[in-house]
């Protein structure tokens, strides 16, 4: 049986890397002696998938794992022996059953948004370089050594001036071509460490339908 | 002062820019978070080294859980933070502070501090000093907060005695809760540092060095030992617990990787085999086991409240537990099919037997680890470890017929009169073991060969023995090397160099404060990691403070010596202590004291301890008749 959940990382979990939040997972599950499956072989692997991992420090509202287990298992008791996970940061919001063989999380997924917090005052000139940003066709960059373009990987970009002001951006995940939101900042010539991110949307690509 | 809050709120700002920021912020499944106005007592318990090595610390874990059962205490968490972290900490003048609450370390009543080795010592005064608590002892006002230290180390308090204001020596799962009434009891009723020192210094096992003077001959050794406050006793004799008590099971869940992702259960404390090289085996005496029926319900509480993948039974000789092998067969058949790997380290030779073999067999576990320490019969019989290599041989031909690829053999060079023929034994040996992988695994058998170097301990037979040199172990280092240059062996060694540190700091007096001291104001931290040791800066500071590093590691003590840490009783004689030595000499072994007791001192001093818990086992042989 292969259960997906959408959950919520809130703040305690932020600075646990995505293969921390597997063994999370997993422990969950053990501690509620729910019958999570393991790969065959010498050195047996509890069968988690995670999609799109979340870089180090940010939060998310929609993050996504597969998990399968061995035997099938009523919705309600998952949801309710998995409800403790809340206290340390992962607050379930969707449990859903998959078929088995349905393609795996990380192809499925196109596009993901981003709002960045500042942690202080906004820049005042922060408009207008969101326009400059906007209005170029191509801004290399370097990352791990490796040349890419950052701007056709950036589908929108705004400042959003509400009562908390942000920057929201859409951000291509497909594939290799998958934009880092601090990489984003970063080319707006603003310092990363000066702002709080929040994963908001994962967009699956459309022939899955979810 | 700052506030949690602010310090929150810095972190938030800067803690992207470390390497592996979940060390700083807690937030671990059963950690234990109290109201910090409603608590009375506040204690912060500290691990003098990396979150990643500080957090599985299960002497840390057993306090933590007697201090948090009671309602008027709180005991909260902090690690030495990595040189990344302390320069940002530093940069921005924020205070040390514990992973639950975010309160500065200087704001709590207590601090304990366990010191399990002795290249932690500088930082611990990184530690003292990030938290802005003076470092002295003399420098701390009332305000300050008490700072004790305990662990293995601390046998010989003398290097940090400037540095710690008590000792809590030997067993602390009873004395925690007298250490913790008599500060709770001062701060009822206002008593400043000195008289709380003072009551503290009464109970049994603890040690406050401000009330003891040390005096000096013109050759430097100690000449006189002496109590200068009248309660304080002349001797402080360890604590014991007669029956282990029930242990933790809410072991701290890890948000990140640490080394030891598991939980950890202690099947038996003490060890009967008196190897002479071992402190743990001589300082941790009588040896009292838990039953399987406990080890079984610690095992169904723990995993339930952790969910962790692995189980490790430790103990110094976990293989001597009597009930072993039912131990063993009932965690499997009870877990088989759950995924669990079940972890027995410190397995002695000659007590493997094919069961347990079999018990452990397709658990998922790496390389089998054996230690025999030497491989020539004179010098097991030199310290008391008297394995002969063939028993080596045919234990590790059942470990690889089982379908381990792997054996790690860990050998002690440098042992009292060790010659160049025991050394060329060693690598025979280990070519023989590896020989007999190949019979059953052709190529893919491995042999892991871990050489460590003799560190003269105090509290042990060879506390009166000079170390070998430098040059000795490096030229012994390089014979090894090279006729272990062998396929299917990876041969590792420690840097003699910070064996010699040990070496210092292990046997040290009061005057070594100063070059603890004066190290650490060199930039020395984290010398137990290969890569930040800085030998020069010891070297230095020794020159400085005007002392002799060979005076304290290539010296042999004489016979009526006044050694630096007399004064501390851990159980075992010094009269004990010393016939063992001259046994050594003459190539004589006192096997296994379970068979045979040889008067270490455990059972006339410790009478009334026995007496408190009638009809428990200790495994000494009057224990057994009683």
Same mark, same amino acid.
């Given at each position: ?33 729910l ?54 940061g ?11 063989n ?9 596009k ?9 005052k ?52 497909s ?20 702002f ?15 | 002062?700052?506030?949690?809050n ?6 938030d ?16 499944l ?7 106005e ?16 500080g957090?599985p ?18 005991a ?36 304990g ?19 802005g ?11 300050h907060?008490?700072?004790f230290?305990?662990? *293995? ?134 040896? !009292? ?6 080890i079984i ?14 189980i490790?039974?430790l ?15 009932q ?42 320490e030497?491989?020539s019969?004179?010098?097991r *019989?030199?310290? *008391?470890k008297?394995?002969?290599?063939? *028993?080596?041989?045919?234990?590790? !031909? ?23 023929e ?44 000079a ?19 062998v ?67 290539? !010296? ?30 003459e190539?004589?072994?006192r ?36």
């Amino acid at each position: 049986m292969r259960i997906r959940f959408t959950y919520h990382k809130n703040k305690p979990l932020r600075y646990t890397s995505t293969l921390d939040i597997q063994l999370i997972w997993e422990r969950a599950c053990r501690r509620a002696f729910l019958p999570i499956a393991y790969s065959q072989g010498f050195h047996p692997q509890a069968r988690i998938q995670q999609a799109l991992p979340l870089p180090l420090g940010f939060t998310s509202r929609c993050e996504l794992v597969d998990i399968w287990f061995e035997s099938d298992i009523a919705l309600v008791r998952l949801t309710q022996d998995l409800q403790n996970l809340k206290t340390l940061g992962i607050e379930i919001i969707k449990t859903e059953i998959i078929p088995e063989n349905a393609p795996s999380l990380q192809k499925e997924i196109d596009k993901s948004e981003y709002m960045v917090y500042p942690l202080a005052k906004l820049s005042v000139d922060c408009p207008s370089r969101i326009t400059k940003f906007l209005s170029m066709t191509t801004l290399p960059r370097v990352r791990n050594g490796k040349p890419y373009d950052i701007r056709p990987l950036v589908i929108s970009l705004a400042l959003e001036t509400t009562s908390s002001p942000h920057i929201s951006m859409l951000l291509s995940a497909s594939g290799g071509a998958t934009a880092r939101p601090e990489e984003v900042i970063s080319s707006l010539e603003l310092e990363p460490y000066d702002f709080d991110y929040v994963r908001t949307k994962i967009t699956m690509k459309v022939s899955s339908g979810s | 002062m700052i506030s949690p809050n602010e310090i929150e709120q810095w972190l938030d700002r800067n803690l992207m820019k470390v390497q592996k920021p979940g060390r700083y912020v807690g937030g671990e499944l059963n950690q234990v978070v109290k109201p910090w106005e409603d608590t009375f007592l506040h204690t912060a318990l500290v691990f003098p080294d990396i979150y990643d090595i500080g957090l599985p610390n299960l002497g840390l874990a057993i306090l933590y859980d007697e201090i948090n059962k009671r309602d008027n205490c709180l005991a909260e968490r902090t690690y030495a933070p990595w040189i990344d972290f302390e320069k940002l900490l530093r940069d921005d003048k924020i205070p040390l502070f514990s992973l639950e609450t975010r309160h500065p370390l200087i704001n709590f009543d207590l601090i304990g501090i366990t010191l399990p080795y002795e290249t932690i010592y500088t930082n611990t005064l990184n530690i003292l000093d990030l938290s802005g608590i003076p470092i002295r002892t003399k420098d701390r006002m009332d305000a300050h907060p008490l700072v004790f230290a305990g662990g *293995n180390a601390t046998t010989n308090p003398e290097p940090m005695a400037e540095f710690i204001d008590a000792f809590a020596l030997g067993d602390g799962e009873e004395v925690i809760h007298e250490i913790l009434d008599i500060i709770i009891a001062g701060k009822n009723q206002g008593w400043d540092r000195v008289q709380i020192l003072n009551k503290l210094s009464m109970v049994d096992g603890i040690y406050v060095p401000r009330f003891y003077e040390t005096k000096y001959s013109i050759d430097g050794r100690l000449q006189d030992f002496q109590t200068v406050e009248q309660n304080a006793p002349k001797k402080i004799r360890k604590r014991i617990v007669a029956k282990l008590p029930p242990p933790p099971t809410r072991f701290l869940v890890p948000n990140i990787n640490v080394v030891h992702n598991r939980i950890a259960i202690e099947i038996m404390r003490g060890c009967s085999r008196g190897c002479r090289f071992c402190h743990a085996g001589m300082i941790n005496r009588p040896v !009292r086991e838990r039953s399987v029926d406990e080890i079984i319900s610690i095992i169904d509480a723990a995993l339930s409240r952790t969910g962790f993948e692995e189980i490790a039974l430790l103990s110094l000789s976990s293989s001597d537990y009597s009930q072993i092998e039912t131990l063993i067969e009932q965690i499997r058949s009870r877990y088989l099919t759950k995924h669990l790997t079940i972890a027995l380290p410190s397995l002695r030779i000659e007590s493997v037997s094919v069961d347990i073999l079999d018990g452990l067999k397709g658990s998922r576990q790496g390389s089998f680890t054996l230690a025999p320490e030497a491989a020539s019969e004179k010098l097991r *019989n030199t310290i *008391n470890k008297p394995i002969p290599s063939q *028993n080596v041989i045919d234990v590790s !031909r059942e470990i690889y017929q089982r379908g381990w690829l792997a054996i790690k053999l860990y050998f002690l060079i440098g042992n009292p009169g060790e010659t160049m023929e025991d050394i060329h034994e060693i690598s025979q040996l280990c070519k023989k073991v590896l020989a007999e992988g190949k019979k059953v695994h052709k190529n893919r058998a491995t042999l892991h060969v871990s050489i460590s170097t003799f560190v003269p301990k105090a509290h042990t037979p060879f506390q009166w023995v000079a170390m070998e040199s430098l040059v000795q172990i490096q030229e012994k280092q390089q014979i090894l090397q090279k006729e272990l240059r062998v396929p299917g062996i990876r041969v590792n060694w420690t840097d003699p160099r910070e064996s010699m540190l040990e070496a210092w700091l292990s046997r040290g007096d009061r005057r070594m404060a100063e070059v603890i001291f004066n190290a650490w104001k060199k930039g020395s931290k984290f010398d137990a990691w290969q890569d930040q040791f800085q030998f020069s800066a010891w070297m230095q500071a020794f020159q400085e403070t005007g002392l002799d590093p060979e005076f304290y590691s290539h !010296r042999e003590r004489g016979a009526e010596e006044l050694l630096p840490w007399d004064h501390i009783f851990m159980g075992v004689t010094r009269k004990f202590l010393f016939r063992d030595w001259k046994l050594s000499q003459e190539g004589k072994t006192r096997p296994d004291c379970r068979e045979q007791c040889y008067a270490c001192g455990i059972l006339p001093y410790f009478t009334s301890v026995r007496e408190q818990s009638p009809g428990i086992k200790w495994q000494c042989p009057e224990g057994n008749q009683a």
